[in-house]
Every structure is written in C-alpha cells, then in structure tokens.
C-alpha cells in the first residue's frame, strides 16, 4: 500500500506571494491533517480535514487555509506569504473512525522557503 | 491548554548505552501518548502508543509507560545503535471522532556515537 505523498518536496517563494501545497493521502484514509514545523515553535497542528469539511483548526491566522477533494486529497494554501512561514509542512492520514484512536501516518513533508 | 514537555538535547550516548528521554504532559481528559521518530530529511514515524494508564507500549526495543499518576511517558531502551540516531517527539491525542490534532513536545534530538 502507498504510503503519504507530498508535492511538491521542495518550494521557494518570496515574501507577499501564495502557495498552494497537495497532499495525497493513503488509499482508504478519509482524514487528513497538516502540520507546520519549525526550530522556534516545533509541530504544530494547522487543521483536519475530513469528508470534504475542515473539522478542527489550530491557532493560525487566516492566511492558512486549506481544502479536501471527493477523493480524499488534500491541499493547503498560504496567501501573502510572510518570512516566518518558512517551515516544513507535514502532512498525516488516517482512516479516522468515530470512537477509537486511529493511527496518523506521515508523509515526508513540503519544505517551504519564503525569501 | 494541553502541552507536552520534553529535553530538547542534544542527547549524545555512545552505542550500547541505555537510553532514557523523559516526556511530561498536562492535559484536561485522558488522552492517548505516543513516541515518534523523525529520521534526516524524512517525516514522522509512529514509534509506539499507549491508549491508557498503565499501557506499555513498546517496538523495535524501545519502550515506555503510560503513568497517570505522574503525567509522564518517559521512553527508554535498553541498548542504543548508531541507526537510533533521530529526533524523537513525545505527543498525546484525544481519542473519539473530536480530535483537535496531535499535540507534539518540541523534540529531542538523539546522537549515537559508535
């Protein structure tokens, strides 16, 4: 089974300009979520997708914002991109039934660079 | 709000050593724990997960324990390899179709010198 892909792997844009991230996540899995990581703040949660509706967001201004495709996939998109989102975005799936833990997997992640 | 705390490192042992990085955790309910690895240039790897108090989760000789007493997931090995170098992240996770996204501590970066 395929695991979690990311593309692009390697992005870099300048300052005031958008970009848009995809994310396709393992066959089966309804769920996506993304992640930031940076060496100041660590991992943190952006939001989850699921069924095509976003469903929990983390504390990111609105210049964060994303999507989910009938076939699962997802994209993420930043606009007027500032200096500190450089980072690497992660992206996890997971099968996401109700009442039980469900496993995130990883992709291996989109590195973003704004100059 | 939940948070995850753990030494950041570097953590440098040389092969054979026994490993110990300790997590701590605050959290309102009862979440579930998990250890993840992130190797050079890739994304997280799940390492291991326990679901609730007194749940020992182990893998590949790494193990840790769910201690509800002490609001801790300390993660250990017995014998560590030069292949264990890696950044670790201890994390919790409510369980149940509500969750909010993993919570990560900010990682400890392990270095195994052979």
């Known amino acids: 089974k395929a695991g979690v892909t990311q593309t692009p792997r390697y992005l870099i844009k300048t300052r005031g300009q958008q970009v848009t991230l995809s994310c396709s996540p393992i066959?089966?899995?309804?769920?996506v979520s993304w992640y930031q990581q940076t060496p100041g703040q660590g991992l943190q949660f952006l939001f989850e997708y699921f069924s095509e509706t976003q469903r929990n967001k983390g504390n990111f201004p609105g210049r964060f914002s994303g999507r989910q495709f009938s076939n699962s996939r997802s994209e993420m998109n930043v606009s007027t991109l500032e200096l500190g989102d450089s980072a690497l975005y992660l992206c996890?799936?997971?099968?996401?039934?109700?009442?039980?833990?469900?496993?995130?997997?990883f992709g291996p992640g989109t590195r973003l660079t704004v100059l | 709000g939940d948070s995850v705390t753990q030494m950041e490192g570097p953590v440098t042992l040389s092969e054979e050593a026994f490993l110990t990085i300790n997590c701590t955790y605050t959290a309102t309910g009862y979440p579930s724990l998990f250890w993840y690895v992130q190797y050079p240039g890739e994304g997280l790897q799940l390492l291991l997960k326990?679901?609730?108090?007194?749940d020992k989760g182990s893998n590949k000789g790494f193990e840790a324990t769910y201690r509800k007493e002490t609001t801790s997931f300390h993660l250990e090995k017995g014998s560590v390899q030069v292949s264990d170098s890696a950044v670790y992240f201890c994390a919790l996770l409510y369980s149940g179709g509500g969750a909010d996204g993993l919570t990560f501590g900010k990682g400890t970066h392990l270095i195994i010198q052979p």
């Open positions: 066959s089966g899995h309804r769920s």
């Open positions: 326990a679901t609730k108090a007194d």
């Open positions: 996890a799936s997971s099968l996401r039934t109700s009442g039980s833990y469900n496993e995130q997997f």
